[in-house]
């Protein structure tokens, strides 16, 4: 199965999370593609940052990975207003 999960790469001050998609045969640190990331602090006029290759995001949905709850979160206003 597949999943499209956050994952953390930074120090407790200043977070970031890549979006990567994983397979669940492998183990922890190998994913599959890298996605996007995800800067949960806000800068200094209270933006948050996501930046997300929406092509690769519906590649893989329609391959059929499931997404963790934080990524539907994240994911589902910016789906919302995607056309082809």
């Known amino acids: 199965m597949i999943s499209i999960q956050l994952k953390k790469t930074s120090n407790k001050k200043k977070s970031i999370f890549h979006i990567i998609v994983v397979s669940s045969i492998s183990s922890k640190n ?3 593609e890298k996605i996007g990331y995800y800067k949960p602090n806000s800068d200094f006029w209270g933006n948050k940052y996501i930046y997300l290759d929406i ?3 519906l ?12 990524i539907f979160s994240l994911t589902k206003p910016l789906l919302l207003f995607y056309k082809e």
């Open 59 to 70: 590649f893989w949905l329609c391959r059929g990975a499931k997404t963790s709850r934080t």
């Open 30 to 32: 190998k994913f599959i």
């Open 55 to 57: 092509d690769k995001l």
